[in-house]
């Protein structure tokens, strides 16, 4: 069983960056693909970004492509989403997933094995 913690969510001014963090309570943290999604209130949940288990490989969503930056420390076994630019509609709770590596990287939210409680975060105009 994988324990995910999210932290750095709060209140932030449109323009303005946030910082995630995402702490993994596995000792075989290199064995999984992380992702990030986030879901507003009345809206499905949606794909942010995900890194594979190397950190080689990354993808975004088409709002955050740009703006976001996904990473990983798998000493640390821990996630990172930078957020730049932010924006009124980036507004959610923003959640950390993960994924076992022989399933590969997905975008896919109901592939993700995982799921921490989440972060809200707040964007004001």
């Known amino acids: 069983q994988v324990q995910l913690v999210e932290s750095g969510g709060g209140l932030v001014q449109a323009g303005g960056s946030l910082r995630l963090s995402c702490a993994a309570s596995?000792?075989?943290?290199?064995?999984?693909?992380m992702g990030w999604f986030r879901q507003a209130p009345g809206k499905e949940r949606e794909f942010v970004a995900a890194?594979?288990?190397?950190?080689?490989?990354?993808y975004y969503g088409d709002a955050m492509t740009g703006r976001f930056t996904i990473s990983r420390d798998n000493a640390q076994s821990t996630v990172h989403l930078q957020m730049n630019s932010l924006k009124p509609e980036d507004t959610a709770v923003y959640y950390c997933?993960?994924?076992?590596?022989?399933?590969?990287?997905?975008?896919?939210?109901?592939?993700?094995?995982?799921w921490g409680q989440g972060t809200q975060v707040t964007v004001s105009s």
């Open positions: 997933a993960a994924v076992s590596r022989p399933k590969g990287i997905t975008i896919e939210a109901w592939e993700y094995e995982y």
């Open positions: 596995t000792r075989t943290f290199s064995s999984l693909n």
């Open positions: 890194i594979s288990w190397s950190g080689g490989n990354t």
